[in-house]
């Protein structure tokens, strides 16, 4: 009779255990949790700044911090991973935390030191970035995850793309012409006449018009007076005196 006690208090007792991890199981089986819905659309400009978090202090100032934290308590485990939804001005960018690229340097880590629950979490990402939505991989059960802090940074200028400019033609400048120099010299007038005109040795005029019919006359008139002179001469050489 001891020995059937004994041996059922042992069945009883493998029972309850099994029992007791069964039920335990469920609980801490890896779930997927999303972003705190009031946290969706946030810059890290427009969040709650907490620059002097020391996971920032390697944080280029071209960069935003970004810090979250699973809460929830032992039930909801740790971070497992975390996949982050940014918009980035031209388009959305998928950013996966622990494996995120060189260019967004992330981490996951425990609350303290000697605690084995990863429930913080905290990348970069280049200035201005919408975190636009998410999800978390967890370890046990939760609701959702919360962005804690943020850090923002400066985004850097670009340079302005210098517009060409077209070279205008410059306005010709009126020119005034000089005032002709007066010469010492007189100039000859020019010869009105037709055909064989006076030469550059020649400075009279030609006689035309009334003046040559004038000359004319007067040539005839000689020319007949001399006429009647020798006339008259002959007749008195003719005319003899008798007595």
Known sequence: ???R???ARAAVSGV???ALLALAAPAWASSTVPLHSAHQGSTAADFQQQCADTRFA???TDHDGWHFVLPGGPSAGGFESLTLTFDNGSG???VTVPDAADAYPDALYPAGQNESRLIH???FTPAGWTLVDGSATISGQGDRFNLSHTCAGQPTPESPTPTPTTSESPTPTPTVPESPVPSDTP???PSNGTGGGGGDDDGSLPVTGAA???MALVGVGLIGGGVALVALRRRRDGITFTS
């Open 1 to 3: 009779m001891p020995q």
């Open 5 to 7: 006690r004994h041996v």
């Open 16 to 18: 309850a255990a099994t």
């Open 58 to 60: 390697d944080r280029p």
């Open 92 to 94: 959305t960018v998928d």
């Open 121 to 123: 979490a905290y990348l």
């Open 187 to 189: 100039s000859a007038s």
């Open 212 to 214: 040559a019919t004038t």
